[in-house]
């Protein structure tokens, strides 16, 4: 119990951005929603047009509708300039804001056509205009109905902003994805307890409102209404930083990033930098998050930016490998590699121990005669990268069947026999901890995978900033990465990103 209070107590910065990311998209959604009530109440196709739209973007997947606002805004980015962000805040505003559209326009619209004519025809009769009836005579008899809609999207808002980590937005989705990756359940139940929290505050607030609409008290209206901006208020006082240079450290979705983030952050913050995060990204998205400015620094790996990025099907040395991606990196956006970090952390495919023993297999060519009988479980993004396919085709495992997990939930499902190998990490401790056989790859189909510290073209110059994370180039040794990725993944005494950042720290001696 009292470890799930000290992570609801630590959840005051998340919180605050979740809160004020949700008002805004409520805010855009009835900006957007209310004018196109009035035209679709006063016109059937419009109604039917705006209504079918808003259906629509329901049944896209929160998750989906986040995703693809990276690429559009990439695309409107290469018109408008570089001023307009590609991650963080606006996406998740946008995809916020056309979530929260349909009930609010359902109900707005509904009440529209409900509406007693004999009321509209008696404020005709009266000689009103058309902002007088709308104001005088439609927004009073609407209102409650208008602000029941409000009310469901506010809730479906702060439900589905939780995901807006994904796109690089701090949310209360932060503690929520961290612990699902490294099993700390007390952070995803916290994170839970507070988006749910936060949903019941905002429902009773925006009631309050309603019941002032629904029984003429303005007073009781007015006080819904004060009581929520003062929260967006507070919220936004709290995210007021420090007066020093603030940066954003990157992470992608799996505990060697979380940790290595933290080391990193510590680093610079012992520069006098102010340190945010943005965690959990994907391949796809934070080298694009680095290259546009939205991150300032993260750690990616040779064989990703290799195969992903540049496009390459070779694999040659790694020292080749990663001179060629510091050169095209500054060659195509002046993003600086400032070194190796020290150790590799490649995709190996790996079995149960003895299930490989019983089988008699130590190499990748050992599963090309059984492909059809097995099943290969990857990360969520592996199977859509090109190393899966270079290792299904040099090894013929079109026949595999394939199924995708989380990081942490992937090792799970291989020592519970949901799964019969997987995309293993070399550097993660579980592979000793679970006594796995990491097959033989002879063909070389996969790359080798250095970590690479990585810094945005805007930092590249400051040297301030780089100089404060030169001392990690080459000081973290592969048994330092396994023991620190397996203090945060074990099941027992587990340690936190932040603690096992100052651990690693110690043993690298910086």
């Not at 790694?318 to 095209?328: F, G, S, Y």
């Not at 993003?335 to 190796?340: L, M």
Request: proline share 5%; charged share 15%.
């Amino acid at each position: 119990m009292n470890g799930l209070l000290e992570a609801l107590l630590r959840l005051g910065t998340p919180l605050a951005e979740h809160v004020l990311l949700s008002a805004a998209a409520l805010a855009l959604g009835i900006v957007v929603a209310l004018p196109l009530a009035v035209w679709a109440s006063r016109s059937p196709l419009v109604a039917r047009i705006a209504l079918g739209f808003a259906a629509l973007i329901q049944t896209i997947p929160a998750l989906a509708l986040l995703a693809l606002f990276f690429p559009i805004l990439l695309a409107l980015r290469a018109v408008f300039g570089e001023g307009l962000p590609t991650l963080g805040f606006l996406p998740a505003l946008l995809a916020l804001a056309l979530y929260a559209l349909l009930p609010i326009l359902r109900n707005a619209v509904t009440a529209q056509a409900n509406m007693d004519p004999g009321v509209i025809e008696a404020a005709d009769a009266m000689g009103m205009t058309f902002w007088q009836k709308l104001r005088l005579v439609e927004a009073p008899i609407t209102a409650p109905y208008i602000m029941a809609g409000i009310r469901t999207a506010a809730v479906w808002v702060i439900g589905a902003a939780t995901l807006a980590t994904t796109v690089g937005q701090p949310s209360l989705g932060d503690p929520i994805f961290a612990g699902l990756q490294t099993q700390n359940w007390v952070l995803v139940l916290a994170g839970c307890i507070a988006s749910a929290a936060l949903a019941l505050v905002a429902d009773g607030l925006l009631g309050l409102v309603e019941r002032g609409f629904a029984t003429r008290r303005r007073a009781l209206s007015l006080t819904g209404i004060g009581l929520a901006l003062a929260g967006v208020l507070a919220a936004a006082i709290s995210t007021q930083g420090s007066t020093r240079e603030t940066v954003v450290v990157g992470a992608k979705n799996f505990s060697e990033q979380f940790i290595l983030a933290r080391l990193i952050g510590a680093r610079l913050e012992e520069a006098g930098y102010n340190v945010r995060y943005r965690q959990g990204l994907g391949s796809a998205v934070i080298h694009g998050a680095l290259t546009s400015g939205a991150i300032d620094v993260y750690v990616d790996y040779s064989g990703t930016i290799w195969a992903n990025e540049m496009k390459r099907d070779d694999n040659p040395p790694p020292e080749e490998m990663v001179a060629e991606i510091a050169q095209w990196e500054k060659r195509t956006s002046g993003t600086q590699v400032v070194g190796r970090l020290g150790f590799e952390n490649a995709y190996a495919f790996a079995m149960r121990g003895d299930r490989a023993a019983e089988l008699g297999i130590s190499s990748l060519d050992d599963l090309t005669p059984i492909a059809s009988t097995l099943t290969i479980g990857g990360d969520v993004e592996f199977f859509e990268r090109p190393e899966w396919t270079s290792v299904r085709d040099a090894y013929g495992l079109q026949g595999a069947t394939t199924r995708s997990f989380t990081a942490t939930f992937m090792y799970d499902a291989l020592t519970s026999g949901a799964v019969d190998a997987i995309s293993a990490f070399s550097s993660d401790g579980r592979i000793a901890a679970d006594r796995l056989t990491v097959l033989y790859d002879p063909k070389r189909a996969l790359p080798s995978y250095d970590a690479l510290l990585l810094v945005t073209p805007d930092r590249a110059a400051d040297m301030r900033f780089v100089n404060a994370l030169r001392p990690l180039i080459g000081a973290i040794s592969v048994e330092a990465m396994r023991e620190a990725n397996y203090a945060v993944d074990r099941t027992e005494n587990k340690l936190s990103p932040d603690e096992a950042a100052d651990r690693l720290a110690e043993s690298i001696g910086r």
